[in-house]
Nanobody
Framework: VQLQAFGGGLVQAGGSLRLSCAAS????????MGWFRRAPGKEREFVAR????????YYADSVKGRFTVSRDNAKNTVYLQMNSLKPEDTAVYSC??????????WGQGTQVTVSS
């Protein structure tokens, strides 16, 4: 399984970014996908996840109402739309493919930096 996240960058507080994660090597639509992030000096934390069909999503409280996870199974891609970004959202964001209800396969992350 190969996952590659991209779309990060530098943005001012209040701005928006959309991250993408392209997947290969697995039947994409059969598995939950998730986004996680790791800020400098902190543990990796859950951000959002979406089920295989895209009909169900779940968010960390810290991003609820600001971030939206979606997927396009025809393109084997999952997205994270991030709005109203805050400096505390600064982190390396990674995507993961789930197995047995746990994130099992990880891609390289993409850096998101939010300036105040």
């Amino acid at each position: 399984v190969q996952l590659q996240a991209f779309g990060g960058g530098l943005v001012q507080a209040g701005g928006s970014l959309r991250l993408s994660c392209a997947a290969s090597g697995r039947t994409f639509s059969s598995y939950q996908m998730g986004w996680f992030r790791r800020a400098p000096g902190k543990e990796r934390e859950f951000v959002a996840r979406i089920n295989g069909s895209g009909s169900s999503t779940y968010y960390a409280d810290s991003v609820k109402g600001r971030f939206t996870v979606s997927r396009d199974n025809a393109k084997n891609t999952v997205y994270l739309q991030m709005n109203s970004l805050k400096p505390e959202d600064t982190a390396v964001y990674s995507c993961a493919s789930y197995r047995d209800y746990q994130p099992a396969y990880w891609g390289q992350g993409t850096q998101v930096t939010v300036s105040s």
